[in-house]
């Protein structure tokens, strides 16, 4: 991969919780405008290797780096700051607040008006703008006036997605976001997860095969703490280690 393409690199990243070892050494790169899945059984660690790239956690040894600069162990809000962002579970949510005004609390903070309660928001133009492009986005602009609790399950992880997006990141995270969905609502989903990566960087981790198939340019297989491959959907297809340790032989 061509240097200046690369915007993440995971670097011999291991992590232990007091003596248990999840990850030994966890190698891969991401490129810029790449969509890259985290595959691997449950347990493997993926959630782990999450929690490590956006700074929950801090790893026991190796690096991450991202646009050239290591930023391992730096603090979530931080790492905002530099437009990698991960998009929590719903908790992160507002029950209470408006859509739109769950969506805008992240636009304001953006830019910088997040302690001016002087400034209306909605005095700027730019922000009820860019709200309402994320919302279309989202495909939540009909609901805009409903509190965020009203909304459907599918809904709810949509607007997630939202508040992820009002802060304009480069590289987003998104951890099993269809998890506990229907078909149907999985389906929009994965629509409207390709619509808002679109120049933007993903990794996203995904327990169902179509979705991760259809959706990834590459995949990445964690198993037992390491990547086992990484490579574009074809190559991890016909990976016979890959097969034998994880998709079995259909
Ligand atoms: N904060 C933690 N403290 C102790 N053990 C943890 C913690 N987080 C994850 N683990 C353990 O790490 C292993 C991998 O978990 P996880 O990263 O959630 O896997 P995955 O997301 O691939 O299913 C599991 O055995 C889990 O119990
Ligand atoms: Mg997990």
Same mark, same amino acid.
């Given at each position: 991969?061509?240097?200046?393409?690369?915007?993440?690199?995971?670097?011999?990243?291991?992590?232990?919780?007091?003596?248990?070892?999840?990850?030994?050494?966890?190698?891969?790169?991401?490129?810029?405008?790449?969509?890259?899945?985290?595959?691997?059984?449950?347990?493997?660690?993926?959630?782990?290797?999450?929690?490590?790239?956006?700074?929950?956690?801090?790893?026991?040894?190796?690096?991450?780096?991202?646009?050239?600069?290591?930023?391992?162990?730096?603090?979530?809000?931080?790492?905002?700051?530099?437009?990698?962002?991960?998009?929590?579970?719903?908790?992160?949510?507002?029950?209470?607040?408006?859509?739109?005004?769950?969506?805008?609390?992240?636009?304001?903070?953006?830019?910088?008006?997040?302690?001016?309660?002087?400034?209306?928001?909605?005095?700027?133009?730019?922000?009820?703008?860019?709200?309402?492009?994320?919302?279309?986005?989202?495909?939540?602009?009909?609901?805009?006036?409903?509190?965020?609790?009203?909304?459907?399950?599918?809904?709810?992880?949509?607007?997630?997605?939202? &508040?992820?997006? /009002?802060?304009? +990141?480069?590289? =987003?995270?998104? %951890?099993?976001?269809?998890?506990?969905?229907? #078909?149907? !609502?999985?389906?929009?989903?994965?629509?409207?997860?390709?619509?808002?990566?679109?120049?933007?960087?993903?990794?996203?981790?995904?327990?169902?095969?179509?979705?991760?198939?259809?959706?990834?340019?590459?995949?990445?297989?964690?198993?037992?703490?390491? &990547?086992?491959? /990484?490579?574009? +959907?074809?190559? =991890?297809?016909? %990976?016979?280690?890959?097969?034998?340790?994880? #998709?079995? !032989?259909?």
């Amino acid at each position: 991969m061509n240097q200046s393409r690369e915007i993440l690199r995971v670097k011999n990243i291991a992590k232990d919780f007091s003596g248990l070892e999840v990850l030994k050494s966890v190698n891969f790169k991401v490129a810029k405008h790449e969509r890259h899945a985290v595959i691997g059984p449950n347990g493997a660690g993926k959630t782990t290797l999450f929690n490590i790239i956006s700074g929950k956690y801090k790893p026991s040894s190796g690096s991450i780096v991202f646009k050239g600069e290591d930023i391992s162990g730096r603090p979530p809000h931080i790492l905002n700051h530099l437009k990698l962002c991960r998009s929590f579970q719903i908790t992160n949510v507002f029950q209470e607040l408006s859509v739109f005004d769950n969506v805008r609390s992240g636009t304001r903070c953006r830019n910088g008006l997040c302690y001016n309660f002087f400034k209306k928001p909605d005095s700027v133009p730019e922000i009820k703008e860019e709200t309402e492009r994320i919302l279309e986005q989202i495909g939540l602009a009909n609901e805009r006036d409903i509190p965020a609790r009203e909304l459907s399950y599918g809904q709810q992880r949509a607007l997630e997605i939202g &508040i992820t997006l /009002s802060t304009q +990141p480069e590289l =987003i995270l998104l %951890d099993e976001p269809t998890a506990g969905m229907t #078909l149907e !609502e999985t389906a929009q989903a994965i629509k409207m997860i390709d619509r808002v990566t679109l120049n933007r960087t993903l990794i996203i981790i995904e327990h169902d095969m179509n979705v991760v198939f259809s959706l990834a340019d590459t995949i990445s297989v964690l198993h037992f703490g390491e &990547i086992l491959a /990484s490579g574009n +959907p074809d190559e =991890i297809r016909n %990976d016979q280690r890959v097969k034998d340790a994880y #998709l079995g !032989e259909e």
